[in-house]
């Protein structure tokens, strides 16, 4: 796959800018650059708007939209987000298949949702949900903090006669739990390496909570929770101005059908509704959800799973206000969340995501100390051996571990490109699936002189019905495919514009396999015919044009 540049690192934002600003200048036909929002420290967020200006408006085509980076720490979404823009830009006109999909369709790119906060996860230490913001900061416990310099958050050990941990007697660098009947012996606490800020309570030890909580994913309106219920979800929807111009960018495009948010790391694609099982769901939109979803299962590996069933690890106070659920739930938009990168299964232990909360601890365990051999045989640099460090508080400790951003939450360089290649395959097939209307056939009937009967079949060409999904229906955003008539010097009969209300898809037509191995075909109403009669002139050229914000539009005109 041909790109024009690197990836084989995470970009600063600057590396980021820098790029976008070339795509503009380089391809002034194909690609518009903008800025949403400029962000509390000054850097902007991008959209990038791709297509051919040359065959139509972006608004006037089918629109795809895919974003990343929504979390501070997830730059693998931005990187592909990235990737997706510069191979398309640099295979147009090479391939064929990007050539016709920027020709007949826009695709929409927030590569950085959050570019303070991905900013400050890739030059310092630090860890936070979506931005180096304070939000309601909980004081004590252990923080947190790169205290040897290194660069790296790791972890830090220290003999303790009240800790829960051992010395693996097979393995120095492996610590494992002790026994229920070991009494006597050496025995540690283990932490996230960090400093020791005092607070009012007992003796016992706590872990601080994340200062910077705010959790951009959850300040979408639908399904808003707010504190304590959904920690970081804001003071009320749209209150973080990042996320208000994610939210208004959508719902002033029209024209988006697709929608994928990019996150990291579980190994999944995930579709809605996440506030609820898919038994509860409607059964047409999760027959295509599964179906589009299956193409990026053969892409990348991930499996294609509902959201509520299989990701939340509570399923009473659920995790809601994000933004996938929003564009489906109010918007009827066809929306995956995207979970880049699984180092759980590279390792042969999968992990079940809805026992994250209460899962086997010896399981959880064995699956770190997978990871950290993992780290050592395919990234050794980002591992470091237990080593002495004297802390504040705690004494003489040890200090040791892998670098969990760039191997457990987001891969390791070397291993970035390939990760984009498929998905940007994905991303390509998906927006494929967009509803598109066509002019099926014109036909004219002579009635007396003067006067003309016009037919014209329309139809929907594409994969999902023009409503995208029947969710759209049950929340009234669906608008009707419109059917228009020009050249005519007087309609008899009919409107000069028509609306037809919705055209199926291919995804809602019905195949039943009877006894016999026989196949019956019962066909989806994806076409339907228009009629008016005119009074013309011979030689007078009808024209009819047939449109929808969803779908694009297309026109066909007969002479008399």
């Known amino acids: 796959m041909n790109t024009t540049f690197q990836y084989d690192h995470y970009y600063l934002y600057e590396e980021l800018k820098s790029n976008l600003e070339y795509f503009a200048q380089k391809y002034p036909d194909l690609c518009d650059v903008e800025v949403l929002c400029v962000t509390e420290k000054g850097l902007n967020q991008y959209a990038v708007t791709l297509t051919n200006k040359k065959t139509g408006d972006a608004l006037s085509k089918p629109g795809y939209y895919m974003d990343g980076n929504i979390h501070a720490g997830e730059v693998t979404a931005s990187m592909t987000c990235m990737y997706l823009v510069d191979w398309l830009l640099t295979e147009y006109g090479q391939n064929p298949e990007i050539t016709k999909l920027l020709d007949t369709e826009t695709i929409y790119v927030l590569p950085r949702i959050s570019p303070d906060g991905a900013e400050s996860y890739l030059t310092t230490p630090n860890f936070m949900y979506s931005a180096d913001r304070d939000w309601k900061e909980v004081y004590g416990g252990v923080a947190p903090e790169d205290i040897d310099g290194d660069g790296v958050v790791r972890m830090m050990r220290y003999k303790d ?266 991303m390509v097939r998906f927006a494929r699936c967009m509803p598109k209307v066509e002019v099926v056939s014109l036909d004219k009937e002579k009635v007396s002189d003067g006067v003309y009967k016009i037919t014209a079949v329309v139809g929907n060409r594409g994969f999902l019905p023009t409503n995208l999904t029947d969710q759209a229906i049950r929340a009234a955003v669906n608008k009707p495919v419109k059917v228009e008539i020009s050249g005519a010097e007087e309609l008899v009969t009919g409107k000069a514009c028509e609306e037809i209300g919705d055209l199926s898809g291919y995804s809602r037509a019905q195949t039943k396999v009877f006894y016999g191995e026989v196949i019956n075909r019962q066909e989806a109403k994806m076409k339907k015919k228009v009629s008016w009669i005119v009074k013309a002139k011979e030689q007078d050229t009808i024209t009819i044009k047939v449109s929808h914000e969803k779908s694009g539009w297309d026109e066909k005109s007969l002479t008399l």
Request: charged share 25%; glycine share 10%; with cysteine.
């Open 161 to 426: 006669p009240y800790g829960i941990w051992k010395i693996d007697p097979e393995d120095p660098e492996q610590m494992v739990m002790r026994k229920p009947d070991e009494i006597d012996g050496e025995f540690y606490s283990v932490w996230t390496e960090g400093e020791f800020e005092e607070y009012d309570g007992d003796e016992n030890l706590k872990e601080k909570k994340m200062k910077w909580s705010m959790n951009f994913n959850r300040n979408f309106p639908y399904g808003w929770f707010p504190d304590p219920r959904e920690i970081g979800a804001g003071e009320y929807p749209l209150s973080f101005p990042e996320i208000k111009a994610v939210h208004d960018f959508i719902l002033a495009h029209k024209n988006i059908g697709g929608l994928s948010a990019m996150h990291t790391t579980a190994g999944m694609i995930l579709f809605p509704p996440g506030t609820r099982p898919e038994a509860q769901g409607i059964p047409a939109d999760m027959k295509a959800f599964r179906a589009i979803g299956q193409m990026g299962t053969e892409e990348t590996g991930y499996p294609c799973v509902n959201i509520f069933d299989t990701f939340l690890a509570d399923q009473v106070n659920y995790s809601s206000g994000a933004l996938d659920d929003w564009a489906y739930e109010n918007q009827g938009i066809v929306s995956y969340t995207v979970e880049l990168w699984d180092l759980a299964n590279k390792v042969g232990m999968p992990e079940d995501m809805t026992a994250r909360l209460t899962g086997d601890t010896d399981t959880k365990i064995k699956r770190y100390n997978a990871y950290r051999e993992w780290v050592k045989k395919n990234s050794p640099e980002a591992y470091v051996p237990w080593h002495e460090y004297d802390h504040p508080h705690f004494g003489k400790i040890e200090i040791g571990g892998y670098n969990y951003k760039f191997t457990q939450q987001n891969p390791p360089g070397h291993m970035l490109c390939e990760l984009c290649e498929g998905i940007a395959r994905y």
